[in-house]
């Protein structure tokens, strides 16, 4: 045990002597902070008549997005979601490009060790990410919405609840990265993976799946889509032409959490074990 918190911290210390970390915190404030406060702004203007719905094309006003505040919430995880995956693809993948792995398995030989204190460190700092986006969605976004006289809902318990769902969906969305990371050594590959995937692949096969009932069923078990079962809202949930409900929260983690696991097996597996120089 003592020797695993010895990696824990190492771990930490190789993440918090970069400016890799707060680079990526900051602009995923920044996003987040745009985004759930000038939707938060158009769709509480609409649903208080500020806006006219004459003047914006919303498709039947706001009335179909149901709450809006969970809507806004949910940005930190839905879009910000990211972030922590990047983190942890790069913490791992940079291991591998600057040949840091060579001292690291000659301090400590037990190369699972290290790859499970890595994905710790990486779990507990994609929390920390997931801090960062609600100190902008919730923030931000809730005083854009109390500012139009919407009710924040910030006293209500279920929100707290999916604050905490989101800290979870963010810490496994990075201990993903690490995962993927020890799959995919290269570092300009993963890069290009995570954001292909996540920007792009995802969402078209989100959107294809959504006109099917079946089809629907089995997008609930890509990992965006598990996540935003998870944290509990999504604006990405809000037109689904089948109908298909989503998963339960606690299935959507389970789903998050077999991504992380089968990717960091598979990585330790496949390029954790090889020889380095």
């Not at 291991?95 to 001292?103: I, K």
């Not at 201990?175 to 995570?194: D, E, K, S």
């Not at 079962?229 to 409900?245: D, K, M, Q």
Request: net charge neutral; with cysteine; hydrophobic share 55%.
């Amino acid at each position: 045990m003592t020797t695993f918190l010895r990696s824990v911290s190492a771990e930490f210390a190789k993440i918090f002597t970069t400016r890799l970390w707060w680079i990526l915190a900051t602009v995923l404030f920044c996003y987040i902070a745009l985004l759930a406060g000038g939707l938060g702004a158009l769709f509480a203007g609409i649903q208080t008549g500020v806006i006219s719905t004459d003047t914006v094309n919303t498709g039947g006003g706001a009335a179909g997005l149901g709450s809006i505040p969970p809507l806004i919430y949910s940005f930190a995880s839905s879009v910000g979601y990211v972030f922590p995956v990047l983190l942890g693809a790069l913490a791992t993948t940079g291991e591998f490009r600057h040949q840091t792995l060579t001292p690291t398995f000659l301090a400590t030989p037990r190369r699972g060790m290290v790859l499970g204190a890595k994905t710790v460190t990486l779990t507990l700092i994609g929390a920390g990410f997931g801090i960062v986006a609600l100190a902008a969605s919730v923030g931000i976004g809730g005083g854009v919405l109390s500012a139009f006289g919407v009710d924040a809902l910030l006293q209500d318990p279920e929100t707290w609840l999916m604050v905490g769902r989101t800290l979870l969906a963010m810490g496994l969305w990075a201990a993903i990265g690490v995962g993927l990371g020890a799959l995919v050594p290269n570092q300009v590959a993963a890069i290009v993976i995570v954001l292909a995937f996540t920007q792009f692949v995802e969402p078209l096969l989100r959107v294809a799946a959504s006109f099917l009932e079946v089809t629907a069923k089995i997008g609930n078990f890509l990992p965006g889509a598990a996540s935003d079962a998870l944290v509990g809202a999504s604006i990405f949930t809000t037109a689904n032409p089948a109908g298909a409900a989503p998963l339960d929260w606690w299935q959507g983690g389970l789903v998050l959490l077999g991504y992380a696991v089968v990717a960091t097996v598979i990585g330790f597996a496949v390029s954790w074990q090889k020889d380095v120089t």
